[in-house]
C-alpha cells in the first residue's frame, strides 16, 4: 500500500518535472533554427502576430506565444533575442518607448529612455573656445547615456504570465552557441570595423580578423554570461554587481561619465499615453521624452479636414499638402519639446484641434511656404533602431521601437560584459540654438542636465477602429524619419486603402523644416517629383526612409503582418 502511495508521488513528481521544462526553442533542428533560417516579408495568421527587424527574434516571439505566452512575454523575449542577433540596433545598452493596448482595453506606456548620467554637464561637448564637438556625443565612452532597456524589460514583466527565466533563455542560447548573419549584417559589420577597434577597448566578437560573409556564425560568450546574470538576479544583474562593475571599469578608461550610483538609481517610468482621434480612429501613441507621438498627430490632424483620398495616392496634391503638414509639425520640435520632468512640454496646446488647424493657416495649395516664415529649430539625425509590432491571440498590442542611436551607438562594447553603448547623449541639444555636427538644433527644453532624457523622435503607434477594436500596430526606426514614416504608412492604409505590405513599400518623402528641402526615396516618382520642382520645392534623393514592422487587423479578425522590404526584417505567427 504505502509502496504504491510512494510510486504515485513519483509519479505525480516526474509529470510535473516534464511539463516544467518547456522544449528548447532555440537549437539545430529546434522550432527557432539559428543554423538555418529564411526571411519571409508577409504573411496572414488567426492568431498571434509578430514583425521585426530580424527572422530568428520574430521566430522566437511566436513561439513563446505558442507556449502560452502573452504579447507582452514576446515582447521581452524578442527584445532579448534582437539583442544579440541585430548587432547594429537590438540592444541591453540603450534604451526606448513601448505602448500597449491591454485586451481589456488598459492603454499605457512604459518610458525606458537612456539618461544623462549624474556627472553629466551643459556644456560638456563644447571645447574651450565654445565650439561644439559632436565626435564626443556620437563615439566612444563619453557619448552614452544609462541604458535604459533592461529596466524597461522589468517594467514589461508584471503584464507577462511566464517566468521571466525562460523569456531570457532564447537569447543566452543564440550568444552562447552563436547564430548565422546574413549578407546585411556581414556588411554592416566589416564597415563599422575601424570604428569598434578605435571605440572599445578589448577585443570584441563583433571584430574578427578576416571579413565577415553571409553564412559565418557569431558567437558572443561574454555577453551570454551578461544575460545569464540578468537571467539570474533580475535587474540587479544589470545595473548592480558584476555587470554595473564592468560597466564603469569601461567608463574609467577613456572619461566616461556613467557611475554606479546612476545604473543603480535608473528607473523606467509608466507615462500614459498620448492618444487622439482621427477621423473616429483611436490612435495611441508616445508622449514626451518622445516628439514622436506630438508630432504624429500634428500630422494627422493637419490633414484630417483634407479630401486626401480624393486626391489620390502620392499625387502632387497629396504630397504637397502632406510635406507642409511635415514643415509645420517639426517647427515645434526644437523649442518646445523635452523630458517633461525637466521642462514644461505644452503637450495640450500642441495636439490641440484649435492649435493644429492654426497652424495650417498659412497653407498655400500652389506653392512651397519657405521654411524661413516658420518659426523653430533645425532637426536632423542618424537612422539605427529597431521596432517590434506584436498582437497576441487575445489581443493585446505591444508596439516598441528601441535604439543605440547611431548603428551600433557608441561603437564601445563593454569589455567583459560584451555588448554595446549607445551614443543616446547625442539626442540632446549639445549646445542650445546652434546646430551640431548632424544639423540638430535644440533649445532650453532639450539642453543637457544631469538625470534628464534626451528628446527623441520615436513612435510606437496602435490604431483603433471607430468600434475601439484592434486595428494597426505600427512603428519604425529612422531618427527624425520615424513620425513622417508612421504618418504615411497610416494614411496609405487609411486613406488610401492600401494593405500592409503596400502601405509599408511605397517609397517614402521627408520635410522636417529644416532643411528647407524634401527628401526622397529614389523610387518616388519623378514626374511628382518635377511638378513640385516647379511650385518651389527643393527635392533631393535619399537613402532607404523607415523600416516600418506592421499588422493590420482584419474584419474577420486574422492579421495581415508585413515587414519593411527594405531590410532582413521578417515576420512571424500562426
Ligand atoms: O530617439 C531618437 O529619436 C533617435 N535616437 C532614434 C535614432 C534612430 O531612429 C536611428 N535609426 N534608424
Partial sequence: MRKSILLAILHIFFIQLSFAQSPKIVAPGAAVDPFHYTIEKSNVYTNASVSCAHPLASAIGAEIMKQG???????????????????????????????????????????????????????MYLDKNGNPQSDLSLYGHKACGVPGTVAGLFATLPYAVLPFKTLIQPAIDLAENGYVITESEASALNATRKSFIENSTAPTALVKNSEWKSGDTLVQKELAQTLKRIQ?????????????????????????????????????ISRPALEFRYKGYTIIGMAPPSSGGIILCQLMKMVEDKPLADYGFQTTKSVQLMIEAERRAFADRSVYMGDPDYWKV????????????????????????????????IIKESEETTHISIIDKAGNMVSITTTL???YGSRTVVSGAGFLLNDEMDDFSIKPGVPNLYGAVGGEANAIQPGKRMLSSMAPTLVLDKNQNPLIVAGTPGGTTIPTSVFQTLINILEFGMNASDAIGKPKFHHQWLPDEVMVEKEFDPEVKKQLQSMGYTLTERGQIGRMEVIRILPDGSREVAADPRGDDSVNGF
Fill in 69 to 123: 505566452g502573452n504579447a507582452f512575454d514576446a515582447a521581452i523575449a524578442i527584445q532579448l533575442a534582437l539583442a544579440v542577433v541585430y548587432t547594429n540596433a537590438g540592444n541591453i545598452g540603450g534604451g526606448g518607448f513601448l505602448v500597449a493596448r491591454q485586451v481589456k482595453g488598459k492603454t499605457f506606456t512604459i518610458d525606458f529612455r537612456e539618461t544623462a548620467p549624474e556627472k553629466a554637464t551643459r556644456d
Fill in 232 to 268: 539570474k538576479s533580475g535587474a540587479k544583474g544589470f545595473y548592480e554587481g558584476k555587470t554595473a562593475s564592468l560597466i564603469v571599469a569601461e567608463m574609467k578608461k577613456r572619461d566616461g561619465l556613467i557611475s554606479k550610483k546612476d545604473l543603480k538609481n535608473y528607473t523606467a
Fill in 346 to 377: 505644452p503637450i495640450k496646446t500642441l495636439t490641440s484641434d484649435v492649435y493644429i488647424k492654426n497652424r495650417m493657416a498659412d497653407y498655400d495649395s500652389t506653392r512651397a511656404t519657405p521654411s524661413s516664415v516658420i518659426k523653430a529649430g
Fill in 405 to 407: 542611436n547611431n548603428s
